[in-house]
């Protein structure tokens, strides 16, 4: 599978944050228009994760689809969305202890291997290392729900597979893809598996992920800072995670200006990009250690952005939502849009004012 190298989007958590601006002192707190005050969240939350489910999830094949209502075209369906798309379902799942959300959690667990070229019915493993970490946290975050040991096993495998990436080029790191970029060192591939080592540890206990975490951590300083932050109460991982998170909200490369959103990446593997940092951002959010002033700065722009999904972004017929959140889409969707989207509205159904 192709993949960019640079995640723009997902930098707040998986990106070097050695360069980033100091962020020794917050703007004043962005001011947006506020038209949401009747928005019942829980409503759209079920509305737009119900429209995944329904467009996108193959009945029959226990997989979700690349193209919305495409079930029996021969495009590939990709493997690494599969992780994303499935990650809704768990927020629907634990907003609501709806069964029909958990009933396809095992469905699932088969079904996926269908479209894993590269093990197929024989594991999870992908020659991609990051589709294999970010399959793994879906596997982690389905045993912490669920509390069955095949997901948790299921993830065990996959990161003694994704061990296997390390090597000593560029002085280490987790590489790309195993064929023809064990050179290439990109963090998509370090992020993710960062924040899947500090997990591991936090289920198991073994400090052999914690000590993995840490390595990957040292060597490209990325945001998986947070989960070393809970795991280790160290305010220099804090304090980094937040750092980053500020760079992407007030980045003007990274926005778009006009409607004071996260800009429209495209379509393709770039269109689950905002989704996957929103999801990330919010965890910060969440943080009782969070500084306040950064607190309400945040708050303010993930609740203008899902606000401005909703009201601009959300084909009120479908409850489809495209790349661009401020513009409703027309026609076909693609599954890393649409979840994209679902990964926001979900947050936002979840979290306190």
Not at 26 to 42: A, F, M, P, Q, R
Not at 293 to 314: C, D, P, Q, V
Not at 322 to 335: F, K, M, R, S
């Amino acid at each position: 599978m192709k993949r960019i190298s640079h995640l723009l989007l997902v930098c707040g958590f998986v990106v070097v944050t050695s360069n980033l601006t100091a962020c020794n002192k917050i703007d004043d707190v962005d001011i947006y228009e506020n038209n949401t005050s009747d928005i019942k969240w829980n409503d759209v939350a079920d509305s737009t994760t119900n429209a995944l489910i329904e467009h996108f999830w193959h009945k029959d094949k226990h997989y979700f689809v690349y193209n919305s209502d495409a079930f029996y075209e021969r495009k590939h369906p990709g493997y690494w969305p599969q992780a994303h798309a499935m990650d809704v379902v768990i927020d629907a799942y634990l907003r609501t202890h709806d069964q029909k959300y958990a009933k396809l959690f095992p469905l699932w667990f088969e079904g996926i291997k269908k479209v894993n070229d590269f093990r197929g019915p024989s594991g999870y493993e992908n020659n991609f290392y990051d589709d294999s970490e970010w399959i793994g946290l879906t596997m982690i975050r389905l045993y912490e729900v669920t509390k069955e040991e095949k997901y948790l096993n299921a993830a065990k495998q996959l990161w003694t597979w994704i061990q296997t990436g390390w090597n000593n080029k560029a002085g280490g790191g987790i590489a790309w893809e195993y064929f023809q970029n064990l050179h290439s060192k990109n963090a998509c591939s370090n992020g993710p598996a960062a924040i899947m080592a500090a997990r591991l540890y936090r289920i198991t206990k073994d400090k052999v992920y914690l000590d993995w975490a840490t390595k990957i951590y040292l060597w490209e300083n990325v945001g998986a800072a947070y989960e070393l932050y809970q795991l280790t109460a160290d305010k220099t991982f804090l304090n980094d995670s937040r750092k980053a998170a500020y760079y992407c909200i007030s980045n003007a490369s990274m926005l778009d200006i006009g409607n004071n959103l996260l800009k429209d990446e495209g379509n393709g593997d770039a269109g689950l990009f905002k989704g996957i940092f929103m999801r990330y951002f919010v965890l910060l959010i969440k943080e009782p250690n969070l500084d306040a002033s950064y607190k309400r700065k945040f708050l303010t722009f993930f609740n203008h952005n899902a606000e401005i999904l909703w009201i601009k972004g959300t084909n009120k017929k479908t409850f489809m939502m495209g790349p661009n959140w401020a513009d409703v889409i027309q026609g076909t969707n693609e599954l890393t849009a649409q979840s994209s989207a679902c990964m926001t509205i979900e947050a936002k159904a979840t979290l306190k004012p």
